[in-house]
């Protein structure tokens, strides 16, 4: 079973940062596509970032000055480092294993696995 679980949200202030982690099982994850995604409240999705079946990565040019994407294949596992979070970047953040791979956009497809989600919330 193709499984992917978010971890490492939570309260932040402006101006700090947090590391997601995204534990997958199930798939060989070293080719796989992998996005990070989120939702904000009452928003709809949000791409933030693609690594993608060769190891390139792409980050939405609105983040790209302060989120970066990486996976380790030994753990199976994939990251997103936010630095200098802001108000706005609050949101459900989720990993998603995508069958269909896109370099600028979540590219959709039914059979995407989604994790659960981790909550950011940046307030002071």
């Given amino acids: ?17 947090l590391r997601l982690s995204c534990t997958t099982s199930g798939f060989t994850f070293n080719t796989a596509c992998m996005y990070w995604i989120r939702q ?7 791409w933030v970032s693609t690594s993608n079946t060769v190891g390139d990565t792409y980050i939405s040019d609105l983040l790209k000055d302060r989120f970066t994407i990486s996976r380790d294949n030994a753990k199976s596992t994939l990251y997103l480092q936010m630095n200098n979070l802001k108000p706005e970047d609050t949101a459900v953040y989720y990993c998603v294993r995508g069958i269909w791979c896109c370099s600028g956009r979540y590219c959709s497809r039914p059979n995407d696995t989604r994790g659960q989600g981790t909550l950011v919330t940046v307030s002071s």
């Avoid at 079973?1 to 940062?17: L, R």
């Avoid at 904000?40 to 949000?46: D, I, N, R, S, V």
Wanted: a negative charge; proline letters at 12%; glycine letters at 30%.
């Fill in 40 to 46: 904000a409240p009452g928003a709809g999705l949000e």
């Fill in 1 to 17: 079973e193709v499984q992917v679980a978010e971890a490492g949200g939570g309260p932040v202030q402006p101006g700090g940062s």
